[in-house]
């Protein structure tokens, strides 16, 4: 294993400690369905930085807005995502009864990214083993597509190296993030990596533990999924970039209610 160098560790890292970039984890996701038009379109008009959603692919080649390989626990269905075409996963509900909602395409959630120009976007791309690298070579071409290929809003991030890496030789304009699975704790104990991203995206419990991934190397700092305000206000306190969170509403009102650091900066 490697050590994270290269050209792009040397990305400055410019936020400020006291003023983390707030992103809802897929979409509004703590008063909505998750990953759904409601939940994004309720995120996306809060003052926040931008949402945060997954992108798998379908058997008919379709990137659609979805997180779990199987659709049993959101929908109305059953099955793998994988295995079924686009009609009949646009058929179920990833809604409720009262207000149905359907599975969305990537292309619609980057239309709706339209009416919000101040606004980012971070993509997770999902990677059955099956499609290989298809999943992030669909997920460039989509943001071709639609225009958003060299945009400053897009940040691409995953659990995969070869994800990173297949971005940094294609993409290297797009800003990317390594996310740390949780066992890496234990077994990763160096840090060690296997791609040069721009950032780091431990998850909160991760990064407490682990405080040298604050600012690791000089990279970006991203965390998930931050949902208690004790440590929405550790983030702030100890300069992360940005955190992903199920309640941005909440995160929006924790870090306005408090102005200044209660515990020593790094």
């Known amino acids: ?74 929908t109305n269905g059953r099955g793998r995502v994988a295995a079924m075409d686009f009609t009949d996963l646009r058929a179920l509900n990833v809604g409720t ?5 359907r599975i969305m395409l990537l292309d619609e959630l980057l239309e709706l990214m339209q009416d919000y120009p101040e606004k980012h976007i971070y993509i997770e791309t999902k990677h059955p083993t099956v499609y290989g690298p298809e999943v992030d070579e669909q997920t ?7 225009g958003m290929r060299d945009s400053e ?9 070869r994800a990173m890496r297949y971005f940094t030789e294609f993409a290297p304009e797009i800003e990317t ?56 206000l550790w983030c702030r306190d100890h300069g992360v970039d940005v955190f992903a969170t199920d309640l941005p509403h909440l995160a929006v009102e924790v870090l306005a209610s408090r102005q200044r650091p209660q515990v020593e900066l790094r």
């Open 97 to 101: 009864k009262e207000n149905p909602q």
């Open 153 to 161: 809003r897009v940040h691409l991030i995953s659990f995969s190296h």
């Open 1 to 74: 294993m490697t050590t994270l160098l290269g050209s792009n560790s040397e990305k400055p890292n410019t936020a400020t400690p006291f003023n983390p970039k707030i992103v809802a984890h897929r979409g509004a996701s703590g008063l909505y369905p998750e990953l759904t038009f409601q939940a994004f379109d309720a995120a996306l008009r809060m003052d926040i930085h931008g949402i945060e959603c997954d992108v798998r692919l379908t058997r008919d080649g379709r990137l659609v807005v979805f997180h779990d390989a199987l659709v049993n626990r959101t």
């Open 177 to 232: 993030f390594y996310l740390f699975r949780l066992r890496e704790k234990k077994w990763n104990k160096k840090n060690c990596m296997l791609s040069r991203p721009y950032g780091v995206g431990p998850a909160i419990s991760h990064l407490q533990a682990r405080r040298e991934l604050l600012g690791f190397k000089g990279l970006k700092t991203y965390t998930w999924t931050v949902n208690l305000p004790k440590d929405m």
């Open 140 to 146: 460039l071409r989509r943001l071709t597509y639609a």
